[in-house]
Structures are given as C-alpha cells and as structure tokens.
Nanobody
C-alpha cells in the first residue's frame, strides 16, 4: 500500500513562490513514478510535473521554467518548487504515485495512488 501526504500549500501574491512536499512510502516498487497534478474549480485534473525513480522529469508547457520537481536523497519525499506564480496556477494540488510505466507520466490514468490535496491560491 502506498500512502501519500501533501503539505506546503497556501496563499501568495503573483510573482511569489511556494514549495509543496509529498511524503511517500514507495518501498513496494523498485522503480516508480511520482507526479504533481492540479485541479482548478470547474476544471479537470491536469498533470503539472512528474519524476521517476531515476530522476528523469517531465513538465507541462505552462509551468516549464517556473516549476521544478525533485526527490530527496532517501526518495521518501517529492517536492514541487513553484516560482513566479500566476493567478492561473490557483488550484488544489495533488501528489500521485505508482510503479513506473511507459504510459504518459502526466496522465491521471498512470497513477493509482493519490494524496488528499493541498490548496494553492495566487492573488493578482
């Protein structure tokens, strides 16, 4: 069983920064993929960034150059550093994880395990 717990959300003005953290227990898998997703009101859940157990990353175009995903050395936490935040980044952010696959790392169907979500609000 994989258990994920997000933290680090909050409110910030446009141009500011936040770092989200996700505590993960992934000892079940030798190779795995972890992603950050977000869901704004009345919108579908979209993939933001993903990283695999080897450190390879993928980002959606709207956050490239502003967001950075990383793992700690023990590979028990995944982080999302969010810089130059914009009002359109406002959403509930979710951490997701599963064994690594050849599927789309930014696709929700690639993951069976999800955290409870953390709110990020960016004001103009």
């Amino acid at each position: 069983q994989v258990h994920l717990v997000e933290s680090g959300g909050g409110s910030v003005q446009a141009g500011g920064s936040l770092r989200l953290s996700c505590a993960a227990s992934l000892y079940t898998y030798h190779t795995y993929c972890m992603g950050w997703f977000r869901q704004a009101p009345e919108k579908g859940r979209e993939g933001v960034a993903a990283i695999d157990s080897d450190g390879s990353t993928k980002y959606t175009d709207s956050v490239k150059g502003r967001f950075s995903i990383s793992l700690n050395n023990a590979k028990t936490f995944v982080y999302l550093q969010m810089n130059i935040l914009k009002p359109e980044d406002t959403a509930v952010y979710y951490c997701a994880a599963d064994k690594r696959s050849t599927g789309d790392w930014l696709g929700i169907d690639n993951y069976n395990y999800w955290g409870q979500g953390t709110q990020v609000t960016v004001s103009s």
